[in-house]
Structure formats: structure tokens, C-alpha cells
């Protein structure tokens, strides 16, 4: 195992340490905890959003604290939830009273946690609401989750979500618009290398040098199957048109598109597959109405990618496109 570590069972720890010295006008870490909260937070009078899981996503979920997006992310240790009670600092750390939306990835041991944490916050009279994002089309169950996995898509939630709360909205209209989300994001991905988990100290599956996995999970959960590389072409039709046929998109349609790197996949491959995601979408009339291409939600070292794409109306694409300003999104 090479990796740029001291020790395994520290790398969560030292990782939030470097975050919050690198970037103290954003972050704060919550003493004694894996939290990692708004400089300014609590923001008064404004719905919080809070998120989270297990690290190893970066730059989900602490790179998208900040300005009209979450106010605190819960980092568990590699691949592994946070548990209920670091869950429940940062709900009650970034309260002002106007209530707290959790954005769950649907995995098993995150809707458990983050439920428990709600129930937690509720008896000490915090309103609390939560969603629970599932936009992977690939599978319907996996080793991790009851349902259809939570992906890339999440950050389309954190976004237009923490627009909303931005804007003073009240933490029924923001858990609603947040549902809104999820109701219109849809993602599928792929992997031509595994990952290893510091702690395991090796790779958590196995690939041929002419394998890839199709429909593969963030953590390394099976896809749908195993096949020969293809071609750029080939994977981007591959996953873009089971979005696509999932979707159910129309001529007229817009979209926002993400072209999500899983953590080794050079920034050219990205666009090479973001070219033909382009012209399929272009060929099908569909309306490109923003384009977010780099690494969203990876996973660890995994080689691959996984295509997003978020059906928009008027209300989503607005706010969309209003100002955030975090350490992995800025409004350009």
C-alpha cells in the first residue's frame, strides 16, 4: 500500500486538521468530534443543512460547507458512517432555530445514524427534517443499502437545497425543494480500478488489466457486471443512456450535467467522456444548461467516472446558478 498517510487509523483526523488550517475563513471543527461546521455558523434565522458519511468522498462532504450550501458535514471514518452522537454535535452546532435538514446518501448505516441523531435532536425541541438521496439507476440493492444507492447526485441536493435555506426559506419549503431534487437527478457509474481502504491495506475487489465494472458503487459495491474497456463512446453511451431511459427526458428538456472523476481519472478522460455525453444529449434536443465537470464525490484512488443528470425548471435552474462559495464550489 502506498499512500501519503502517517498512520491508518489517523488519516480521517489528520485530514479534517489540514482542511481547518488551510481554510479557517470557511471551517471550524467542532472539539472532540469529526465535524467540520461553517465558520460562522450557527447562521441566524436560516434553515441549517447538515450532511455527511463516511470519508474517503472528498471533496464530499466537508469541501461543499460554506455559503449557500451545507453548513456541517459528519466525516465517519473511511467508508463507514459517522455515528449517531457526531451526527447529532453537528445538528445541534449549527442551529439558529429555524430548523436543520439532514441530505442522507441512502446507505444503510447513514439513514440509521442520521435517523437516530433526528430523533435525538427532536427531544431536545430542535425541528429537524431529512431527505434521503437515491439517484443511482444501476442497481436496486447492494452490499451497503435497501434501494437504489446515493451517488453524485447528492451534491445537486446540497446545492440548490442550501440555495433555498440561503435565501430564508422555511425549513418545510427547503426540505421540499431538496425532494424536488432528488425527484429529477439521476446517476450511473463505472470503475476501471479498485480502492484501498488505509485500514485494509489492500484493495477492496479486483479488476483485470482489460476488466472495467459497470454501474460500480462509491465504496466498491458490484455493478451490474464486469466487461472488456471499452472505448470513451462506448462507457459514456453505456451510462448516459440508462439515465437517459430512466429519466424519461424530453425534447425541450434542460439539464445541469456532471461528469463525476472517482478520484484517479486524469481531467482529459473526464471531457473526452463529457463529449460524447454532449453530443448524445445535443442529438436527443435536450437543453444543456450547466456543465460541472472534475471530482464531486470520489473514492479514494478508484480509477472511473459516473454521469449525473438533473432535469431542471425554472425554480431549479435559479437556484442552481445563485452564488455559493465553498472549497470545492464557487460560482463561476
Not at 465494472?213 to 440508462?242: C, F, N, Q, V
Request: hydrophobic residues 45%; aromatic residues 4%.
Amino acid at each position: 500500500m502506498k499512500k501519503l498517510i502517517n498512520h491508518p487509523e489517523n488519516v480521517v483526523r489528520d485530514m479534517i486538521d489540514g482542511m481547518v488550517l488551510a481554510h479557517p475563513q470557511k471551517l471550524k471543527n467542532l472539539p472532540d468530534t469529526t465535524v467540520l461546521v461553517r465558520a460562522d455558523a450557527p447562521v441566524h434565522g436560516k434553515v441549517a443543512l447538515v450532511s455527511g458519511g463516511g470519508s474517503g468522498h472528498e471533496p464530499s462532504h466537508a469541501g461543499f460547507v460554506g455559503l449557500g450550501m451545507l453548513h456541517a458535514a459528519v466525516a465517519g471514518e473511511v467508508f463507514t458512517s459517522p455515528a449517531p452522537d457526531q451526527v447529532l454535535a453537528a445538528i445541534k452546532a449549527v442551529d439558529s432555530g429555524a430548523g436543520v435538514l439532514l441530505i442522507i446518501k441512502n446507505y444503510a448505516g447513514d439513514v440509521m445514524n442520521f435517523e437516530i441523531a433526528a430523533e435525538l435532536a427532536a427531544a431536545e425541541g430542535i425541528s429537524v427534517a431529512q431527505v434521503i438521496v437515491n439517484d443511482d439507476v444501476a442497481v436496486e440493492n447492494s452490499t451497503y443499502t435497501t434501494g437504489r444507492r446515493g451517488i453524485a447526485g447528492t451534491v445537486f441536493v446540497h446545492k440548490i437545497a442550501g440555495a433555498l435555506a440561503e435565501q430564508g426559506a422555511p425549513l418545510e419549503e427547503v426540505q421540499q425543494v431538496a425532494q424536488k431534487v432528488i425527484a429529477n437527478v439521476r446517476s450511473m457509474g463505472m470503475a476501471l480500478s479498485p480502492c484501498t481502504v488505509p485500514a485494509a491495506g489492500k484493495p477492496g475487489f479486483t479488476l483485470g488489466e482489460d476488466e472495467m465494472e459497470i454501474g460500480m458503487g462509491i465504496h466498491g459495491e458490484p455493478g451490474t457486471h464486469r466487461a472488456s474497456i471499452a472505448s470513451a463512446d462506448t462507457i459514456a453511451e453505456t451510462l448516459t443512456g440508462k439515465v437517459l431511459d430512466d429519466l424519461q427526458l424530453q425534447t425541450g428538456d434542460r439539464v445541469a450535467v456532471m461528469i463525476n472523476g472517482l478520484g484517479a481519472t486524469p481531467v482529459m478522460e473526464l471531457y473526452i467522456v463529457y463529449n460524447k455525453v454532449a453530443r448524445m444529449l445535443q442529438e436527443r434536443e435536450i437543453v444543456i444548461h450547466d456543465t460541472f465537470v472534475g471530482e464531486y464525490m470520489t473514492s479514494l484512488e478508484m480509477a472511473g467516472c459516473s454521469v449525473t443528470l438533473l432535469k431542471l425548471d425554472d425554480q431549479l435552474a435559479a437556484l442552481l446558478d445563485a452564488p455559493a462559495d465553498t472549497i470545492a464550489w464557487k460560482k463561476r
